[in-house]
C-alpha cells in the first residue's frame, strides 16, 4: 500500500506544481530584484519593501503568524554603507560603479588624487597622508557586506576592463557606518494533521547586499530572491495539500552580513529546536543543469539516501551531490544546535554571484519544479 500511495503522489505531482509552477516565482523574484527593494539591503529602505512584500503575502494566505502574533523578529546590527558618493576614475577615465569596480565591503571614506605604486602585478597602493587607499585586479568583482568600517579605502578593479596600468586614482566615496540596523525575520507556520508535536521547517534568506550611491544596486535573483519565492511557493503548496506534521517557514535577514538572522533566532527559543523533526534551508535555487548539492549530506546519510532514491526513482534532477557541513548558509546555527537539516542549492548554469548581473531576466529557472517535486516528495517520506 505505501508503494501505491508513493506512486499516485508523484503521479499527482504535475498537476499540483501547475499551481506553483515558475510564473508566479517569476512574479517574487522580479519585484525582490526590482529598484524598489534595491538590493534588498541597507539603503533606501530596500530590506524593509522586501519585508512588507513578504509579510503581505503570507496574509493573504491566513498563515498564522509564528512570533506572538506577528510575523516579524527584529534584531539589531551594524553596517557599513555607501548611501551618497561612490565614484572612481582610473588615469582620467572615469569607471562605472558594480561594472568597472566596487569598494572594498569595509571601506571609508576618501576623496582627492593619488598617485598609485606597485606592489606586485595585481595591488598598488597609495598612502600620502590624506588617506590609504588600495587597488586590486579582480577576474570577477564581487561584492559582500561588512560590519565594520577599516581604516583604509580598497578599490577593487575588474582586471578584463584594463589594458593599461592604474598610475592615478581619483575617489570620491563617501561611506556610512549605521549601527544599530533594524533587520526582521518572517516567520508563520501551517499546523499538521498528526497528533505528534514534531515540526518540519523550510528556511530560505530575503536579503541581499544592498547598493553603491544612488542609482546602482545587487539585484540578487538566484541570491536569494529564487530561495524566496521557492518557500512562498511551498506555502501555497501545503495550504491546499494539508502536511502531516507542523510546518514552519522562515525568512531570514542578515544572512548576507554573517548568518545574523538564524543566529539570532536560534538563540531567542523560538521554537523548541529538539521538535523540529527535518530542516530544509533553500538558498541558490535559480538554476539547476548540474544538479543538486545537499550541504549535510554527508552528516545525514540516511535522509540523504531517501533523497537520492526519490530523485532516481522519479528521474527529477541531474544528479544529487553531498557535502559535509559547512558554515555558507542559514542552515549552520541550526545544525550547531542539533538540528537534522540539509541546505540545498542548485548547481550550473548562470555564473552571475554578488555582482549587477544577478538579475531575473537571465535566470533560467531551469530545474525549479523538479526540486520542488523533490523537496515536497523527500519530506512526505520523513
Sequence with gaps: MRLIWKSLFFLMLP????????????????????????????????LLTAENYIVRE??????IPLFNGSYTQTFVHNVNTFPKKCEVSINGKKLISGVDFIPNAGSCSAKGKFNLIKA????????????????????????????????????????????????????NIKNKLITGFKSSNIGCY?????????????????????????????PGANDNASGTSVVLNLIRYYKTHPPKYKTVFLF????????????????????????????INLDLLGTGDDGIMVVNGAVHEKEFALLTKINNENNLVKQV????????????W????????????????????????????????????????????????L
Excluded: W
Design 120 to 171: 606586485d602585478s595585481l595591488s598598488y597602493f597609495s598612502f600620502d597622508g590624506k588617506a590609504k587607499v588600495t587597488v586590486q585586479f579582480k577576474n570577477k568583482l564581487t561584492f559582500s557586506v561588512d560590519n565594520e568600517q577599516s581604516g583604509f579605502c580598497g578599490i577593487e578593479l575588474d582586471r578584463k576592463k584594463f589594458s593599461e596600468e592604474p598610475q592615478q586614482i581619483e575617489l
Design 252 to 279: 531570514f535577514a542578515g544572512e548576507e552580513a554573517g548568518l545574523l538572522g538564524s543566529k539570532y533566532f536560534t538563540q531567542s527559543n523560538t521554537l523548541d529546536l529538539k521538535k523540529i523533526k527535518f530542516l
Design 58 to 63: 503570507l496574509k493573504n494566505q491566513n498563515l
Design 190 to 218: 501551517i499546523n499538521g494533521s498528526s497528533a505528534s508535536d514534531s515540526m518540519v521547517v523550510f528556511s530560505a534568506h530575503y536579503d541581499h547586499l544592498g547598493g553603491l550611491g544612488k542609482h546602482t544596486f545587487f
Design 321 to 332: 551531490k553531498k557535502r559535509g557541513k559547512a558554515a555558507n548558509s542559514d542552515h549552520y
Design 334 to 381: 541550526f545544525s550547531e544546535a542539533g538540528v537534522p537539516c540539509f541546505f540545498i542549492y542548485t548547481m550550473g548554469g548562470v555564473t552571475a554571484y554578488h555582482d549587477v548581473f544577478d538579475v531575473e531576466k537571465t535566470l533560467p529557472l531551469t530545474d525549479y519544479v523538479d526540486v520542488f517535486k523533490l523537496i515536497t516528495g523527500f519530506v512526505s517520506q
Design 15 to 46: 498537476a499540483v506544481i501547475s499551481a506553483q509552477d515558475t510564473v508566479y516565482a517569476r512574479k517574487v523574484i522580479r519585484f525582490l530584484t526590482s529598484e524598489s527593494c534595491f538590493g534588498r539591503g541597507y539603503l533606501n529602505k530596500g
